[in-house]
């Protein structure tokens, strides 16, 4: 998959994920394989008004091959202003999240609120478009709640995006169900645009399924939450690396960038899917959940992956 000058190799993504696609997750996601990455989800709001918090959310690493980032509104002016903000200049691609199901989001009309409001879409695509210095994408849903997918991928294509990614699902249905490979199938057939495709890829099977939708590329959420190394399988290679020291080196970058008081409760979560699976994890969950010292935490997982 190629857009312009920009080469996404074999096409496999990381996914925007609130909370989880941190600068050190994006760093080892892409030495184990990730071809392009996605920040977590900007504020086209916060850029004017907060732009501090946002700054802290765009550091990047020189290790992420094509860095992406998602931005999210409602409004097409401000929209068109924060992709010119300077705080995105080291971003490759531009994407606009049209898809997101969070109630918070939806009640702002943002995310997957503007699948409601074609005409609204279509405005804020094209004042992006016309705005950025980069290409710009559109990631969404198969619809609120029910699929309309064609019809929309149809109109991001319309209005200049340069490629398009739907996750397999609507807005209704959250994360429940499962995600509707065929729906990805007709919407990459009914555009000239290269589609990427999202939604319940975890391993070599499911992954295999996705491409058989003909799409150019896939990308995968939660299937690399405590399993980065999925990307390395993904590409055809055995990950035979230590995967504590995959989990020592996420630490330690964010450890640059951000205080310990936040690295040390934003980690639980990760360390706790890092943990997920292992022989032995249920007996430290709780102190992995509650633990007050990264330190710690990092001992506990080193002790439970040597076993």
Not at 4 to 9: A, P, R, S, V
Not at 37 to 49: F, P
């Amino acid at each position: 998959m190629k857009i312009g000058n920009i080469d996404f190799g074999k096409g496999l993504v990381l996914a925007p994920m609130a909370g989880v696609s941190d600068v050190g997750f994006r760093e080892v996601c892409s030495v184990l394989g990730a071809d392009a990455t996605y920040s977590e989800m900007l504020s086209c709001q916060a850029m004017l008004h907060n732009p501090k918090k946002t700054m802290l959310m765009t550091i990047t690493s020189p290790y992420e091959k094509i860095k992406v980032a998602q931005i999210f509104g409602h409004e097409s002016d401000i929209m068109a202003k924060a992709v010119q903000n300077p705080i995105l200049e080291k971003y490759d691609i531009i994407d606009i999240n049209m898809g997101c199901p969070a109630p918070k989001i939806v009640k702002n009309g943002e995310g997957s609120a503007l699948m409601k409001d074609m005409v609204k879409a279509s405005e804020i695509i094209s004042s992006c478009v016309k705005s950025a210095r980069v290409p710009v994408s559109v990631k969404f849903r198969l619809g609120y709640d029910r699929d309309i997918s064609t019809e929309f991928g149809r109109m991001c294509e319309e209005n200049g995006a340069s490629f398009i990614t739907l996750h397999g699902r609507t807005s209704e249905q959250g994360y429940s169900g499962r995600a509707d490979f065929e729906a990805i199938a007709r919407l990459k057939a009914s555009v000239k645009i290269p589609v990427i495709g999202n939604g319940d890829v975890v391993d070599e099977e499911s992954y295999q399924r996705m491409l058989e939708t003909g799409v150019d590329g896939v990308m995968i959420g939660r299937g690399t939450q405590g399993r980065p190394w999925i990307f390395t399988e993904l590409q055809g290679k055995e990950f035979d690396g230590d995967k504590f020291e995959v989990i020592k080196r996420h630490v330690e970058v964010l450890q640059r960038f951000y205080d310990e008081a936040w690295v040390t409760l934003y980690l639980r979560k990760h360390f706790l899917w890092y943990a997920s699976g292992v022989e032995g994890s249920s007996k430290v969950r709780l102190e992995l959940a509650t633990s007050d010292s990264v330190e710690k935490s990092l001992n506990i997982l080193k002790e439970l992956l040597s076993k």
